[in-house]
């Protein structure tokens, strides 16, 4: 995978297998408040249909928590909590958490090249965000809970939240090819070592189990999961 940005060593980006496959996971991912909607009356003389355009317009405007281009003081333009980006592709998003503004490689807490979507939790210590080429970023609300499809996901879908965007299970992907699908099992946003809790770089074909108490899973260069039966 090309890598748009630079990468801080130690920092997971990509390709470090640390585990094995297991069902168990969990742990709190820390997310943030959930960004709110705003409707948009339509007048009486108005065009039909402009009242429900100018509405969309509005509740994305309110959605989205930050640009996807721009480096985010922490406290003053981003408040800690957790954040997702969406869409993103051909690993042209990258993102950073940085300790200070130095610049420097060492400041570098954690960051990630994005095809598909990205999940990142900015803590209140970290001091800057740093987001290029990314589409806009909105707050997650910690409660939300989904219906996701049993069926499967998207191989290069990038980071997916359990229980939302997937359903915990099984699943298999198939026909991979020289290393390029890469898996891994997340307890949390943080996107550290220690947020890993199994990976993978696969040839052929790859079985994975999403636990239920797992919070993320992230797919990326795979033929599509499809539930293992």
Same mark, same amino acid.
């Given at each position: ?27 709190? !991912? ?19 249909? *402009? ?55 060492? *400041? ?8 598909? *979507?990205?999940?990142?939790?900015? /803590? ?6 740093? *987001?290029?080429?990314?589409? !806009? ?9 989904? /219906? ?29 090819? !020289? ?6 099992? !997340? ?43």
């Amino acid at each position: 995978m090309g890598m748009k940005g630079k990468i801080a060593l130690g920092v997971v980006v990509g390709v470090v297998v640390i585990g094995v496959v297991s069902t168990a996971g969990g742990g709190d !991912d820390g997310d943030g408040g959930k960004g709110t909607s705003a409707s948009a009356k339509q007048d009486s003389g108005s065009a039909s249909g *402009s009242g429900k355009g100018d509405a969309k317009k509005a509740d994305a405007e309110k959605k989205a928590a930050f640009g996807g281009d721009g480096t985010y003081q922490v406290g003053k333009d981003v408040k800690p909590g957790t954040y997702r980006t969406t869409g993103n592709t051909d690993d042209m998003c990258y993102w950073e958490r940085a300790k200070d503004a130095s610049g420097d490689m060492d *400041s570098i807490l954690a960051n990630d090249n994005v095809t598909g *979507s990205s999940y990142v939790t900015v /803590k209140a210590s970290d001091k800057l965000l740093k *987001s290029e080429g990314c589409h !806009d970023w909105e707050a997650v609300d910690p409660k939300a809970k989904g /219906k996701p499809s049993t069926a499967g996901f998207k191989g290069d879908g990038g980071m997916l939240r359990v229980g939302v965007d997937i359903a915990p299970g099984t699943y298999r992907s198939t026909g991979n090819t !020289d290393d390029q699908c890469y898996w891994e099992r !997340d307890k949390d946003a943080l996107h550290g070592m220690d947020s890993i809790l199994a990976n993978d770089n696969v040839t052929g074909t790859a079985v994975v189990t999403i636990g239920s108490g797992d919070a993320y899973f992230k797919t990326a260069g795979c033929a599509d999961w499809k539930k293992a039966g």
